[in-house]
């Protein structure tokens, strides 16, 4: 039995689940805010705590894709994509299948649902021993930084959850990615720690772009302008450094700005995407924590998860225009 089952603590996660409450829990993407998706109530605690402005619809968590049918209605493309990257950072949005009792705060009242089943034992077993699927946004105050390690939590939310299961750092570091099988074609609707490129081998087809709708109301969080964002102000594309800044590198930390900058770290010293993007949130935390007016992060290139980590660093980067542009 793993550690986590027989502890204390996992035994108190699935009560407080089940009484209606609140639990942070690792899944390999970062840390989720997780609340009984059945339960209106509870769902309405995950946005109060996050403090986000807006219902956005949620992700459902299930433990496998048996669970994920009893939700939603997937057609051969569903099947194959679930069949190939599930337990895994993908989400699903999926026609919503009648008579689920999944809530409508979590759909946005649409009639589709995001679904994902994560590669995290404590997360699935936390969906099996609540006996309900989770809807579970990142465990960060609307608009920060997503969180990767249970410390983040703490520091963020500690006060407004009941329980924090702590499994040390994420693996995959960035949210999963999301692609929507709603019409004919398949459209990428957020990169994330699935890349693009595995996602269309085994389509057999390229994804198509989100439309107008899709970026409307009501998709949110991971869509706004303004996201992920630090205190700091973010500058892109740097290859030097400015005096006051500190610096994100790709690759080893040139001599001179190590010397120059006020901070520097670098998301993988051997130019791999995969490391830069389990390390993404806690660099930018740990050098939001200097002080540093402004962070300077050198090019990342855009294919594999290099796109999720590109798409994350322009939010960070995006102009601030107040708490209502911002969420999760
Ligand atoms: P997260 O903040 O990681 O929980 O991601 C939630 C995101 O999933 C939202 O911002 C939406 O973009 C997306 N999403 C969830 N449900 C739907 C849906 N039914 N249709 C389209 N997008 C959805
Ligand atoms: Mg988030």
Same mark, same amino acid.
């Given at each position: 039995m793993p550690d986590f089952l027989a502890a204390d603590g996992f035994r108190r996660a699935a009560e407080t689940i089940r009484a209606g409450g609140l639990v942070a829990v690792p899944t390999e993407t970062v840390y989720g805010l997780a609340a009984d998706a059945t339960n209106a109530e509870a769902c309405a605690r995950i946005y109060a705590a996050k403090g986000r402005p807006r219902f956005n619809p949620l992700i459902s968590h299930v433990a496998d894709t048996e669970a994920a049918r009893l939700h939603g209605l997937f057609d051969a493309r569903a099947l194959a994509l679930a069949d190939a990257f599930w337990p895994g950072p993908l989400t699903l949005v999926v026609p919503r299948r009648p008579g689920s009792p999944v809530c409508d705060l979590v759909t946005a009242g649409l009639d589709s649902i995001a679904l $994902?089943?994560?590669?995290s034992p404590v997360m699935q077993a936390l969906s099996r021993e609540a006996g309900c699927p989770l809807a579970a946004p990142s465990a960060n $105050?609307?608009?920060r930084i997503s969180p990767t390690t249970a410390q983040a939590v703490d520091e963020d939310l500690g006060e407004r959850v009941a329980v924090i299961l702590d499994t040390g750092p994420t693996r995959v570091g960035v949210e999963s990615t999301i692609v929507a099988l709603l019409e004919d074609e398949a459209r990428l609707l957020r990169p994330g720690?699935?890349?693009r490129e595995d996602l269309e081998r085994v389509l057999g087809a390229p994804l198509a772009d989100p439309t107008a709708r899709d970026t409307d109301t009501p998709a949110g969080p991971g869509m706004l302008k303004s996201h992920y964002a630090p205190r700091a102000r973010v500058r892109l594309e740097a290859r030097d450094i400015d005096p006051g800044?500190?610096?994100?590198?790709?690759?080893?930390?040139?001599?001179e700005i190590a010397r120059k900058a006020c901070a520097a770290r670098t998301l993988s010293e051997t130019y791999n995407v995969e490391e830069a993007a389990a390390r993404l949130f806690s660099d930018l935390r740990t050098l939001d924590a200097t002080g540093a007016a402004s962070i300077a992060v050198a090019p990342v290139p855009k294919t594999g998860l290099g796109e999720a980590i590109n798409d994350r660093l322009t939010r960070a980067a995006a102009e601030r225009t107040g708490a209502g542009a911002r969420a999760d």
């Open positions: $994902r089943v994560p590669d $105050r609307s608009g720690g699935t890349a800044e500190a610096f994100l590198g790709f690759g080893p930390v040139p001599e």
